[in-house]
C-alpha cells in the first residue's frame, strides 16, 4: 500500500494563480481531510469529507475549494492565490475522525 | 466547535528524564484524545490515543492520562532519548464538526 500520497511535493505560485493539490489513499478510508500548517499555528483544518460526494468546510475554509468524486481521491483547489496561503498542507485520511489519522507527506506552497 | 489549549510550547530535559504535555478541551462530549509526533521535515504520526471510557493508557515509555470532570488529559514520555526529540500535537473531536482541533503544538528537545 502506497498509504496517502500528495503532489506536488513543492509549488511556488505567484499572487493569484490557480492550482490543485492532489491527494490520494489507497486504504478505501471513507474519511479524508485538508490541513494546513504554519509555524506556532499547529494544524488547521481546511475542508474535511466523509465519503464520496460529502464535504464540509473546517477551520480556515476561505481561499479554497474541494470535491470528493471518488472514495480514493480528494484534490485542493486554491482558486486565487495569495500571500497568506502560503503554508505547508497535509492531507489525512482514516476511517472516522475518531480513529487514527494517516497524513500524506505534504506540499510546501510559498505564493509570492 | 472545540477548543484546545496545549502547553508548555516548548519543553527541554535531559536525556533520561520524564517529559509531560498537558492540553485542555473546552467540549465535555468529545470522546477521543490522540497524540501525534513530528518529527522536523515530516508527517505527523500518531504515538498513541485514548477514549473516555479508560483514564490511563500505556505503551511502554508513554502513556495518556484522562480527566474528564477537567477536561484535560496529558503525554507522559519516561526516560526520554535523543529520538524522542520533536513536536508533539494533542487533538479532540468537537460537536457540530466530525473533524478534530488539534492543539498547537509542543516542541520536545532531548538533550544528550
Known amino acids: 500500500n502506497a498509504g496517502v500520497t500528495q503532489t506536488p511535493k513543492f509549488q511556488v505560485l505567484k499572487t493569484g494563480q490557480s492550482m490543485t493539490l492532489q491527494c490520494a489513499q489507497d486504504m478505501n478510508h471513507e474519511y479524508m481531510s485538508w490541513y494546513r500548517q504554519d509555524p506556532g499555528m499547529g494544524l488547521r483544518l481546511i475542508h474535511y469529507s466523509v465519503g464520496a460526494g460529502i464535504t464540509d468546510q473546517g477551520e480556515v475554509p476561505n481561499g479554497y475549494n474541494v470535491s470528493r468524486s471518488t472514495t480514493e481521491d480528494f484534490p485542493l483547489r486554491l482558486l486565487s492565490a495569495a500571500p497568506s496561503q502560503t503554508s505547508v498542507y497535509f492531507c489525512a485520511s482514516s476511517r472516522t475522525e475518531l480513529y487514527e489519522q494517516y497524513f500524506g507527506p505534504g506540499t510546501r506552497l510559498t505564493v509570492t | 466547535g472545540e477548543n484546545v489549549e496545549q502547553h508548555p510550547s516548548t519543553l527541554s530535559v535531559q536525556e533520561g528524564d520524564s517529559a509531560v504535555i498537558k492540553c485542555t478541551y473546552s467540549d465535555s462530549a468529545s470522546n477521543y484524545f490522540p497524540w501525534y509526533k513530528q518529527e522536523l521535515g515530516k508527517r505527523p504520526q500518531l504515538i498513541i490515543d485514548?477514549?473516555?471510557?479508560?483514564g490511563e493508557k500505556k505503551d511502554q515509555r508513554i502513556a495518556v492520562t484522562l480527566n474528564k470532570t477537567a477536561k484535560h488529559f496529558s503525554l507522559h514520555i519516561t526516560e526520554t532519548q535523543p529520538e524522542d526529540s520533536a513536536v508533539y500535537f494533542c487533538?479532540?473531536?468537537?460537536?457540530?464538526?466530525?473533524?478534530?482541533?488539534f492543539g498547537s503544538g509542543t516542541r520536545l528537545q532531548v538533550q544528550p
Open positions: 485514548i477514549r473516555s471510557n479508560v
Open positions: 487533538a479532540a473531536p468537537g460537536t457540530g464538526r466530525r473533524a478534530l482541533t
